[in-house]
């Protein structure tokens, strides 16, 4: 079943736009997706007519503003099979997500001399919270090497580190760099055989693939509503009823009470004990119809068709002479999400986003904000990153490899 | 596109005043985060004028091919001359305006040269340097 792109097109109205004299090409979307009108016009819609504080007001418009906060996280928990919204925390983003983690339960859990356990293919959003938690704790910060190829997660390596028992295993789904998606089902599994907790950064994750916490048995998940198709400004903790039970709140103030005397309080029911203050209302009720469209397309659909663009892509590069491609080959692409890391021979990587750009088409380039990989691993300043979502198609590919050409004619490489 | 006129890729390609210069008067390391520009630049100074000076590191065209032409010009230029430089003598000198995303790109030489002549002078760096 393969999808409509040229309907799903019509959908987000920047795809028409146009980037210095060019129509936009809009390969980033590891960076943040673009938005369809679906998530614009519900933002639109309740500050026009339904704008109102959450949980508070006793009038029609509050109570519809407090339905449809509640509603977008129904759908978040629905989308990746949680049990409840009770086991749904809204942050800003990802990375707020996993500080959150690292802030509450890492605080009360991670002792001096214990052990967490993340990867060389990190985010630093996903590696600086845990080194802030282990210096303030004095606790000792191990990584899963990758294998030999710097392309996957070395398995020996998760089993040799894992002998040592870390009380946390911090993994990413799928790297933004270089596209390679762990099998945390697998690495949640040894983990917990160990006595270990697990978190997910699902980042780069659940804007491409169906993510089930359950099925993978993660005991937190984080995600970011902005590179799935939804606004700016909300991310998701999602970690199991028990765990967030016995976690402490962050941040105290309204909303996250129960009850208030002068010299104490109880704290508020789960998820709302973690979201004190007034929350990020409208990109809340934004996030719910990114979902529903999500749904509606069928994340086992995107992720065909993400695949299918990918091979086309890894095939249009793989003979381009002076072209590097980082990450796993065509062979492997039930592994590889739809981002593709390059460089051309002799060029800096932002000299090859600004000609791209000069071409309308939008790329990353840089270390993606995972510099122990990219400088270390990989042995690079910079790279330049081409990565695709529902939206993208292959002639849009093409312009990106003309664009490859044009670089090389411009720097005057073979 | 005027960004990659030629002489800038020559410069890249060429770039002048390459390497390290032993027993400087006075060297600063800059390193760009979002880029990865990495450059140090040397200078030897001989009483008020730049004797000598060259740059190390990696980076983009616009920054390597910025350093060169940088260099270039700062030779037998005063420190008081090159003191006062800033953000538009820059551009002047490459003759491209990289844009607000690329500029520190473009000025960042500069910027480690004027750090290298306060550091020289025993002064802090101006507000004006601070800010390239």
Redesign the interface.
Known sequence: MGIDVKRIRRDFPILSARMNGKPLVYLDNAATSQKPRQVIEAIYKYYTQYNANIHRGIYAIAEKATQAYTDSKAKVAKHINASSIEEIVYTRNTTEAINLAALTWGEANIKKGDRILISEMEHHSNMVPWQLLSMKKGAKLDYIKLDSSNSELDMQSLGEQLEKKPKLVAITHVSNVLGTINDVKEIAKMAHKHGAKVLVDGAQSAPHMKVDVKDIDADFFALSAHKMLGPTGIGVLYAKRDILEHMEPLIGGGDMISTVDFYSCTWNSLPWKFEAGTSNIADAIGFGPAIDYLDRVGMGSIRQHEEKLTKYALESLEDMKNVKVFGLGKENLKKRGAVISFGIKG?????IA??FD?EGIAIR???HCAMPLV?QRLGE??LARMSFYLYNEEKEVDKAVQAIEKVKK???ID | ?D??AEEI?SH??HPHNKGKIENASASMHEHNM???D?ITVYVKIKGNKVDDIKFDG?????STASASMLTDFAKGKSISELEKMGVSDMIGLIGVDPGPA?LH?ATISLKALKEALFMYAHKEPDAKTRSL
């Open positions: 060029v800096h990587a932002h000299d600004q000609v000069s380039a840089g270390h400088t300043s910079a411009i720097f005057r | 596109m960004m990659y890729i890249y390609e979002v880029c990865g990495d990696s980076g983009c065209a616009i690329r790109c």
